[in-house]
């Protein structure tokens, strides 16, 4: 049986491509820098290597330098907090990009911050951010803690940032408190204050960081036309520039050459491998891939190469010392797997009446056993058809229930696996071919 | 240092308020049903009565019997399929109320359902729903793989099975597609149509299943007046009736006695312990209690032992063969661990600056190691501090820094247990100690 005019995707994401665009975004992979805070973490040089792209800050300056000296095609970026003395020590490390982080909830201003204000936060960013700038390296500026944070006192040091020449400026759910309608608003109204990238971060302490991340991408991707300004020097082979002019009247840029480019601004997803970071941790790069999937699956296998997912993520869990989680979206032992008759049934006729991704895009293999779970109480009759046929046997329909009696009365006293309810099928098979020869 | 008018609330949650209540709810434990379709449940009749709650469907029919024999005070609810013939199994077992459930997908329909259109699928669930009131059960009713079903097909099927005196409507997101916004639409509409609670189900493919049960929460949450009836005989005890009638007009209502009262509808949630189910699961328990901590602590410790999780959790996990994940919401092992130094430091001033969630209030032991993890490359000198000072150990804060310098070189080569750190603490201060004995 097949199904025209069905597609596998959810149909009311129509609804969400009015107002926002899911089918383009960026990740910024944190396994080395917020997958190091992991209580397991101890990674060494080799294996920092194998992981690469954000590092971390200035303690690990020689792991960060000899990354930075192996000439990857991804910007190397590193993660400091926003003071003088870490940025220098990042600048030297030769990276290519900086990020910086200060508290802005009175949480952190209090206890992190010796006390201090607004006033003195932002005045101590805007001396980094110009510092950084003149390094000739990319600044990101983010907030810490920002869901616990006022939101005026965000706006204006984003905006501040902003103005400053900030790439991207970062909203960090630094304690996991977040909630995805909360997410949507600070990130929709953030999206109208500023004209640079938007970087989310979220830690997952309420199990929300994967849904936050989704309905950030739903707020800000609406990608916003952007007037950015460059230096002609640095830029010269751009052919997007729509204008340029010689000089500006105003003193400070009057000896410059500068043009301007619309750039769309888009928003840009904190990820670590199984979600491994502080705490519990943050967005996990897989359980990601699998939300984005059913509604941008054309954009994501254009530009990931998500089949190395399980070998990535295996490499992880074996370095720190963890276990892929049994529920892991993807990679999870029993995420393809279908127990109750009527869902095996049904995924017989056609996997997308259950399913929502398919095992093959991630390089899984499709094994029937994998598919339907035979050897369940809850096992039905269709299951156990299928398993015949593919053993090469005849029963009809009514044989193949009396079958399934047995094997449901056998899994009522124990857990059985594939082979012995295949022994089971092949000695009831035996049966009624001796039956019929008597 | 201490904190004065700081809560650890999120501050945003009070826009939330206006629109939602977020502190009123209740929970359907679904272990036994949903949980059952796990792929390594085989639940005994014994650890079935210790986890009792909600039943699958007539196949186990003697364990229902025998929970439902229990006397329990919790209602046993009983999910089948939208059939006679399931109906009258389920009322046969003695069960307070029977869930019934249906496809409502163009999927679904096709295959599972052999085709059937909507008004095939109405009219059947209406008889359904007709005969189980007439066994003087409870009914809910749910349509299946609800977020890929189309949104008129829902709101008429619900608004019937409402008009014909269901106590529940379910939604369920059967296949793990449905994201936060799109909950919060279509239970924010459904709110508007069915006078009855709504309970909600999501499948965790995606791994939005608790952000999913929290934004349904806050879009249906705001509860509803609906004026609901009553056979007097059967609840004569009531005080809260606000008008009687001995009759009504029409035919179909002259010979009955009828009350009528104003209830409030509320959201019901699916759980089961550790999210177990079909595929890779739905909403776990314990991760919905993080989420509802931070906005309704007090209306959970009210009305929940959450000071069990754990316990709950680990006899799942044993039960079924499985790990708890290492970052499973507050029962991960790493869960209040806090390895960065800016982290540690902040910690010992006061929890609340990274924590949302109090150990504590869950039953856990708040042991420092737990707190700060020493033995990292990571770790600052405060949280050296602090250690030095339970080891009784009296240091300036010059030696510490250069004790500490020593601690992160080693943690550089290896992992460092607690002991190693403490070994390596005590021989400086004893060194320390004979530095100026000479």
Chains 1, 2 share one sequence.
Request: aromatic content about 8%; proline content about 2%.
């Amino acid at each position: 049986m097949s199904v025209t005019g069905i597609t596998a995707s959810n149909p009311y994401s129509n609804v969400n491509d009015l107002l926002s665009n899911v089918r383009n975004f960026k990740i910024i992979e944190s396994t080395l820098r917020e997958g190091e805070q992991f209580a397991n973490a101890y990674f060494s040089r080799e294996n920092k290597i194998k992981m690469y792209v954000e590092r971390d800050n200035a303690q690990s300056r020689e792991d960060c330098e000899a990354i930075c000296k192996l000439g990857l095609k991804a910007k190397i970026l590193t993660h400091t907090r926003c003071t003088m003395e870490d940025a220098k020590l990042a600048c030297d490390c030769g990276v290519d990009g900086v990020d910086v982080v200060i508290g802005t909830s009175q949480f952190l201003r209090t206890h992190s911050l010796g006390g201090r204000d607004m006033k003195a936060i932002t005045k101590q960013a805007l001396e980094v951010i110009e510092y950084i700038k003149s390094r000739g390296c990319e600044v990101r500026f983010s907030s810490e803690d920002s869901f616990r944070s006022d939101l005026v006192d965000l706006l204006s040091i984003y905006r501040a940032a902003s103005n400053a020449g900030v790439g991207r400026v970062g909203v960090a759910d630094t304690v996991g408190c977040a909630s995805p309608r909360q997410v949507y608003d600070l990130v929709r109204t953030l999206r109208g204050c500023v004209n640079t990238d938007i970087e989310v971060h979220f830690h997952d302490d309420t199990g929300c960081a994967v849904a936050n991340s989704f309905t950030a991408l739903e707020a800000g991707a609406t990608r916003k036309l952007a007037l950015r300004s460059y230096y002609l020097d640095d830029h010269s082979d751009h052919s997007t520039y729509i204008f340029q002019t010689d000089h500006r009247s105003d003193d400070q840029y009057s000896l410059q050459k500068y043009a301007f480019r619309l750039t769309f601004c888009g928003i840009d997803i904190d990820t670590s491998v199984l979600g491994i970071g502080e705490r519990n941790g943050i967005c996990p790069l897989g359980a990601l891939m699998a939300r984005m999937m059913p509604t941008s699956r054309d954009y994501i296998l254009s530009k990931y190469k998500v089949h190395q997912l399980k070998a990535i993520e295996d490499f992880v869990a074996e370095t720190v010392e963890i276990n892929v989680p049994f529920n892991n979206p993807i990679t999870g032992f029993c995420a393809f797997t279908h127990k109750a008759g009527i869902h095996a049934k049904a995924i017989l006729n056609d996997p997308s009446t259950y399913e929502i991704l398919k095992p093959e895009d991630f390089g899984l293999s499709r094994q029937l056993y994998r598919y339907v779970h035979f050897t369940s109480r809850l096992t039905g009759w269709n299951a156990i058809k299928s398993r015949v046929d593919q053993l090469g046997l005849k029963m009809t329909d009514d044989q193949i229930k009396e079958v399934t009696a047995k094997i449901k009365q056998m899994a009522d006293l124990k857990v059985m696996t594939l082979d012995e309810s295949d022994a089971l099928i092949r000695s009831f098979h035996l049966e009624l071919t001796q039956a019929e020869a008597n």
